[in-house]
Structure formats: structure tokens, C-alpha cells
């Protein structure tokens, strides 16, 4: 099958790679790439584990074309961490119990980070809202939505 | 948090201090980083994809296997049928003595249920493993099938699964696990009330986020690392071993992350068809299930049907329990005969009943195997005997809370299964959430103690 260059950021670096049409964005990450954060529960749009940043927007990896993403700015939660610094949510993610297995985890910080990015300071429902598609079959969601909220005090703490 | 330590203080000298502390979890900065290592988050330089061919029909003779067709597939590499596999019958009890064999790891002759494995493709891609599969033909003669458990029981039902011979699980007992303790019929006699009712449970599904899978390895020295997330590792390792007629030496199995199990990744079904595919054709193999599999084809909880009557007197002693449980095991053992008997054990509750009589049945339908579910055996019974309790408590007109109290399990009562009650803490439990619910209860039940001491 023809093969399509495409070439993106990832995390803020340069990645070029050669796939077969029709390969999405989250077979391209993980198997050619090697950035495993964003997970394939389902593969069909409905579980929100694969959740990655495209330009600023909320996007599924595993229905995302990857010769669709030439020049686009992706983000993981793999590239969430500076210099070894937690990001707020990951570490309000670890203080409020947020994770179990772990497997919904990086696409629930996804989905978090793009709701401060534009609320810094969420309502539970707003949380609840932004969250609503992942699936979390471990912890009830409610840590999770907690988690959130940490993450949005101690961002506006930090502001002031 | 308010930790009651008096109940257990004469147990437990050693002074436990962990409970009630906020401690972090080892494994939490890996999944927050995105670090964790899934089995699937592996790749390995030409590794194949498995997909499985399974059974559309819920019972069926296999008159042929065509292969051709998907063998011809582009990116094909390998077929497997049931002649490929070295031990195909097993069972995964068998390792603790409980068989017979009964299940095979892809179909020879006829197929149980509605999804059973019957070919195993590998090729260069998912897609074209995907390809292939739909490309292979099998002739199937159906056959009259069962779906419910009393239909399965009665003379002249299909037969389900021949290396049981009958539609249930034969254990030493008999048809059926029994207990039986002190003389119910007659206490039933003897009995202010009667209530008989019966009460039934659905397959539930795990649904866990990370679906079933496992990826191989060969070592190029005849040894195969398999990395997965079962949640019974060194089960899947001994039945690999078995099925593979392969010392459990040349299996190097990584696993111990998981991505929800909830009981659901106990069952060995994975594992063994990827090592045999690494091993015929020396590539690292990776079998997954797709969504669709893990909710359709993955063990679920089994469905139960329990049937209890009580003997109650009006001032709320149970004086006999009859119960007959019905575990649902589909067309295969796996855990539920295991399951079955827990629930036997399990009927009367933690309450102290003098006179108790139980049957449980493990039986065989044309339904997806069933298997372990968080509590699997116990936790449907509990559905079934707390709402058998509000019942009884509402026939005589008696608090719910005070009437378990008068039934409640004290230390040193024998239990129906021939096991001394020991550390009930029932009693205390109930006494903390009385004040926690603000469900007052009579003044002498605030007084009782598991111990006896009291009233
Ligand atoms: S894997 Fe993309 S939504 Fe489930
Ligand atoms: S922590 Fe397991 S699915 Fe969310």
C-alpha cells in the first residue's frame, strides 16, 4: 500500500514519518513514534483513552488520520511533565487517589488540560462536562473530578 | 475516619498504624507520566497480529474447515486450527484437580457457544489478519441449543458439553454441592411464617478500559516471553505450559500491570494460542481483543438464579433455610464450578440459622462461558438474601436492622458448613452503622457483642 509522509510537532519536537493511508493518529503515535500515553481502549471513538491535544483542540486519536496532522502542534500527557516537574493536573491527579489502573489516565489529563487551558476556574459541572467522554471503569470519577478542581485552586494560587 | 480497634484488640497486639493514613500509591506516577507499560504499549521489529475466526452460531457441528482462500490472503503468514495445538482440551481448574478437561483453545468437531474460537489467523497487519479471517470458510450443521439453566436441566435437553456427559458440573457430591444441617421441614412446620421467593442475576460484563491481550516474544533460544495482563500469572503460565506440552521453564511471563481486570483477565485464553503462533512461525505475535470481543466474547460475572425459603417465627427468629442456587456456566467450566460451590458455603448468610438445607448447580448452557466477577458466587447470593431479609423483616413487622441483629453470626456459632463462626464483628459493625445512618435501634441491641458477653 502507498505510503504518505507526514510530519508534525509532538511535545514541542519535530517528527517526520512515513505511514500507510488510513493509519490514525493514535497507531502512528504509539507504534511508529513510540509516545504509548495516549492507550487504544476501543479503537471506535467511544472510550476517550486515546485523547490527545491537536492545535489546542480536544481530539481522538484513534478516529484522527495521521496524514491529516502536517504541521499540526500535538500534545500527550507524555510531554505534560517540564524538567521533571509534575504538571498541576498530574500531580492533583496522584494527591486525590484520581488513578487506579491507569489505563483512562492520560486521556483524562487530555481532557482536563484543555478545559483549564480555556476555564481556569471550572465549575463541578463544567468538570463533569469536559470529562464526559472518558471512560474510567476503576474509580467512580468522582477523584477524578476532584483532581480537576485541586488543579484549577492550585493554578489560580499560583497566579495570584 | 473513626477506627474501631476494641473489637479485634485481643487478636491483634501488634499495633497496625497504616489505616486511616493517606498513603501514595507505588505505581501512580507512572500512570500520571504516561509511563506505565501496558503489555500493548511493546512493539517489536515484524511482529505478526493474531485474529481469531469465531463460531456464529450458539451450537454447531463442523463438518469442514477451508483455509485456502485466507492462507492465499496478501500478508498472510500462518493458519492455525484446532490439529495445531499440542494439549487443545483443558480446563483451567485442572491445576487444583478440578476436571474434567472440557474446553478447547480453537474448536475440533463442534462448537458450544455463540463466539467460540475456531481458526487463528496471522499476518504482516491487523487489517489484512482481518482480511483473512473473513475469508475462511467453515461448514457448520446447527444444532438445538440452550439458553436457560432449569430448560438445560430437564431429561432430554441438548447436550451441551460432552466431556461432562450432563448438563451440570458432577462434583463428588453429586449433581449438586449440598449442605445440609439440622432438620428444615420440620422447622418449617413448626414456623410462625413461610416465605419462598426466587430470585435471579443477568450476565455482567467487566467492561475493563484495556481489553484482553497479551504480545510474544521468541527468544531465539526455543524460549518465549509473553507479556500480558492476565491477573492469574502463574495459572496462564502452568496451563501455557500444558496446553503447549512445553516445560514451564521455556516461558518467561512479564505481566503484573493491568488495566482493569475487576476478574475478568483470570481466565487463560490468550496466551497459549500467541506462544504456539510465535513459536511455528519464530515472529513475535500480539493478540488483542477488540472492543467488540471484550464485551462479547471476554467471560462475564454468570448468571444466578437463587431460590430461598424461609422459616421465621414472630419474634424474628429464622428457624430453617432451604435454598437452591443455579450458577450459569455456559457452555464451558472455567471458574464457575468453583463459583457454584462458594455459593453453597455462602446461603445462609452471616446469620446464625439452626436448620439449613442447600443444593447449588453449576450448569451448562449454550451461553458464553462465564467466570470469576469480583465476589463471584457470594455477591449475587448477598442481592438475593439481603432483599429475602427486608422481606421477611416487613412480613412479621419488625425493623430491618433489629431483625438482623436477632440473626446476626456471634463468635463460636457453628455455621450450616461445619466452620466455627471466628471474629464475626457483625454485631459492632451493625452498632457503628446504626449511629453512622442515625437508624436508631432498640437499646439491648446496642448492648449485644459478637463475644456473647452481652445479651
Ligand atoms: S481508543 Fe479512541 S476513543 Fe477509545
Ligand atoms: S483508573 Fe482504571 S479505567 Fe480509570
Redesign the interface.
Known amino acids: 500500500m502507498a505510503k504518505v509522509p507526514v510530519q508534525f510537532t509532538l511535545n514541542g519536537s519535530e517528527k517526520a514519518e512515513f505511514v500507510e493511508s488510513g493509519t490514525t493518529l493514535l497507531h502512528a503515535l504509539?507504534?511508529k513514534i513510540?509516545?504509548?500515553?495516549?492507550?487504544?481502549?476501543?479503537?471506535?471513538g467511544?472510550?476517550g483513552?486515546c485523547s490527545v491535544i491537536i492545535d489546542g483542540e480536544l481530539r481522538l486519536s484513534c478516529l484522527t488520520l495521521a496524514e491529516t496532522c502536517g504541521g499540526a502542534d500535538i500534545r500527550?500527557?507524555?510531554g505534560?511533565?517540564e524538567g521533571g516537574v509534575?504538571h498541576p493536573?498530574?500531580r492533583a491527579?496522584?494527591d486525590a487517589?484520581a488513578?487506579q489502573?491507569?489505563?483512562?489516565?492520560?486521556g483524562m489529563?487530555m481532557a482536563a488540560k484543555v478545559l483549564l487551558d480555556r476555564t481556569p476556574n471550572p465549575s463541578r459541572e463544567d468538570v463533569v462536562e469536559a470529562l464526559s467522554g472518558n471512560?474510567?471503569?476503576?474509580t467512580g470519577y468522582e477523584p477524578i473530578i476532584q483532581a480537576v478542581l485541586a488543579a484549577a485552586r492550585a493554578n489560580s494560587q499560583n497566579a495570584a | 475516619m473513626e477506627l474501631r480497634k476494641d473489637y479485634f484488640a485481643d487478636v491483634r497486639k501488634d499495633g497496625l498504624h497504616e489505616i486511616g493514613q493517606g498513603r501514595?500509591?507505588l505505581?501512580?506516577?507512572?500512570?500520571?507520566?504516561?509511563?506505565?507499560?501496558?503489555f500493548?504499549?511493546r512493539?517489536f521489529p515484524g511482529m505478526l497480529h493474531l485474529k481469531m475466526v469465531r463460531s456464529p452460531h450458539h451450537h454447531a457441528r463442523i463438518r469442514s474447515i477451508d483455509t485456502s482462500e485466507a492462507e492465499k490472503h496478501p500478508g498472510v503468514v500462518r493458519v492455525l486450527t484446532a490439529k495445531d495445538v499440542p494439549h487443545n482440551v483443558y480446563t483451567i481448574l485442572i491445576l487444583i484437580q478440578i476436571g474434567p478437561e472440557d474446553e478447547t483453545v480453537l474448536a475440533d468437531g463442534k462448537v458450544r457457544w455463540k463466539g467460540e474460537a475456531v481458526v487463528a489467523v496471522l499476518a504482516e497487519t491487523e487489517r489484512a489478519a482481518q482480511e483473512a479471517a473473513a475469508k475462511v470458510k467453515v461448514d457448520y450443521e446447527v444444532l438445538p441449543a440452550v439458553f436457560d439453566m432449569e430448560e438445560a436441566l430437564k431429561p432430554g435437553a441438548p447436550l451441551v458439553n460432552e466431556y461432562h456427559g450432563q448438563n451440570y458440573y458432577l462434583y463428588d457430591s453429586g449433581e449438586c454441592r449440598k449442605v445440609r444441617f439440622g432438620d428444615v421441614d420440620a422447622s418449617f412446620a413448626q414456623a410462625d411464617h413461610i416465605l419462598e421467593q426466587s430470585y435471579q442475576s443477568s450476565p455482567i460484563e467487566?467492561?475493563?478500559?484495556?481489553?484482553t491481550g497479551c504480545v510474544v516474544t521468541p527468544e531465539g533460544n526455543d524460549r518465549f516471553t509473553c507479556y500480558t495482563n492476565t491477573q492469574a500469572m502463574f495459572f496462564t503460565l502452568d496451563n501455557a505450559s500444558i496446553i503447549l506440552q512445553m516445560p514451564g521453564s521455556k516461558l518467561h511471563f512479564v505481566g503484573g500491570t493491568?488495566?482493569?481486570?475487576?476478574g475478568g483477565k483470570v481466565d487463560v485464553i490468550v496466551e497459549p494460542i500467541a506462544i504456539l503462533a510465535a513459536k511455528l512461525t519464530g515472529r513475535p505475535v500480539c493478540f488483542i481483543y477488540?472492543?467488540e470481543e471484550e464485551m462479547q466474547i471476554s467471560s462475564p460475572r454468570a448468571a444466578e438464579k437463587v431460590v430461598i425459603k424461609d422459616g421465621v417465627m414472630k419474634d424474628g427468629r429464622i428457624v430453617a433455610r432451604k435454598v437452591t442456587g443455579y450458577t450459569d456456566a455456559g457452555a464451558y467450566s472455567r471458574h464457575s464450578p468453583y463459583g457454584a460451590q462458594k455459593g453453597a458455603a455462602h446461603y445462609p448468610g452471616p446469620y446464625t440459622i439452626p436448620n439449613v438445607w442447600i443444593d447449588t448447580y453449576c450448569v451448562y448452557t449454550n451461553r458464553t462461558p462465564s467466570s470469576a466477577m469480583r465476589g463471584f458466587g457470594v455477591t449475587i447470593g448477598d442481592f438475593a438474601l439481603e432483599v429475602q431479609m427486608d422481606k421477611l423483616a416487613r412480613l412479621i413487622g419488625m425493623d430491618p436492622l433489629e431483625f438482623r441483629f436477632i440473626n446476626a453470626y456471634r463468635d463460636g456459632d457453628m455455621k450450616a458448613h461445619r466452620q466455627p463462626t471466628e471474629g464475626a464483628a457483625l454485631i459492632e459493625c451493625m452498632q457503628a452503622a446504626s449511629r453512622a445512618a442515625n437508624w436508631p435501634v432498640a437499646e439491648k441491641y446496642m448492648a449485644m457483642s459478637s463475644y456473647r458477653k452481652g445479651v
Do not use: M, W
Request: glycine share 14%.
Open positions: 504509539r507504534d513510540g509516545d504509548t500515553s495516549p492507550k487504544g481502549g476501543c479503537h471506535q467511544t472510550c483513552a500527550t500527557t507524555a505534560l511533565a509534575l493536573l498530574q491527579f496522584l487517589f488513578t489502573c491507569g489505563f483512562c489516565t492520560p489529563i471512560i474510567c471503569r476503576c | 501514595p500509591r505505581d501512580s506516577p507512572g500512570h500520571v507520566t504516561g509511563k506505565t507499560a501496558y500493548a504499549d512493539n467487566h467492561a475493563p478500559t484495556e481489553t493491568v488495566g482493569g481486570g475487576f477488540s472492543r
